[in-house]
Nanobody
């Protein structure tokens, strides 16, 4: 069974930092690209960042470029999102995502709240 479990969210002040983790199991993690996606209340899904299977290629949404860094540790079957210079607009639920043989898988999400 494919499982993606996010953690690391919380309340942080503007300008602060958080590191999100996505622990994967049930599939060959090192073989697949992974992504982070977020969804604010009342809004659609917003793609945030992606990383290829080996971790050598990363892409970012313009809204987070220069502030967020995506990484992965294939030995630990875990992906990370290092978030710096957080702003209130980053407040939302963050999900990790992968697509295996055409099927999309999602974690349960982790809440990030940026507020003073």
């Amino acid at each position: 069974e494919v499982q993606l479990v996010e953690s690391g969210g919380g309340l942080v002040q503007p300008g602060g930092s958080l590191r999100l983790s996505c622990a994967a199991s049930g599939f060959s993690f090192s073989t697949y690209a992974m992504s982070w996606v977020r969804q604010a209340p009342g809004k659609g899904l917003e793609w945030v960042s992606a990383i290829n299977s080996g971790g050598s290629k990363t892409t970012y949404a313009d809204s987070v470029k220069g502030r967020f860094t995506i990484t992965r540790d294939n030995a630990k079957n875990t992906m990370y999102l290092h978030m710096n210079s957080l702003i209130p607009e980053d407040t939302t639920v963050y999900y990790c995502n992968t697509v295996l043989q055409g099927a999309a898988y999602w974690g349960q999400g982790t809440q990030v709240t940026v507020s003073s």
